[in-house]
């Protein structure tokens, strides 16, 4: 039997920003998979990379597949840097050096344990919102890139499929608000699982979902 478990924050604990009645990422995902398959949500609103481990606690004894989504509430912690002074480039850049290397090592470290289980497994980056002013929105996407990247590049390293959210969330309508997913959002999201479950989770070679 088939079990997705999905790990993480409100990426896929979404529920509580949903309209009355709308279904959140779970219900829309098993919805989309084959009879027979089951879906469990381990992921907790607001967390981050250390509380992944506490999930991994609860996992169920006939998980078959991992689906993570986890380092948008760490970026957040870390927003508060868009709004620091600066007196050179290369100060800012340190900075922004500084969050990658802090949060590089937590997520590897992090990594290595949901590796541990040896389930098929796949990541998801960070999507980047839905800001209305523009320029909010670029140093938003810029400040995100920095933690992306270290999902990509773990994800290509280990082999594992990645999840591309922000090409996958890239409407408007895709967000309830500035930070969370509405429910045409999940539903793309959902779709993008099921495809990964069905066939490149569990192939060891890494492929990019985007749609």
Known sequence: MNHVVLLGDSVFDNGGYLKPGEPDV???????????W???MNAVDGAITTNVKRQLARLPEDASHL???IGSSDALGCSAILREGARSVAEVLTRLADMRDAFAQGYRRMLDLVMSYRLPTALCTIHDGRFPEQESRRHVVASLSVFNDIITREAFSRGLSLIDLRLICNQHDDY?????????GGDKIARAIARVVAGGAASR???????
């Open 205 to 211: 070679r890494s492929q990019v979902y985007s749609d």
């Open 38 to 40: 089951r879906t469990t």
């Open 67 to 69: 689906i993570l989504s």
């Open 176 to 184: 309830a608000d500035p930070i969370e997913l509405s429910a045409k």
């Open 26 to 36: 779970l219900a829309q995902l098993q919805a989309k998979l084959p009879e027979g």
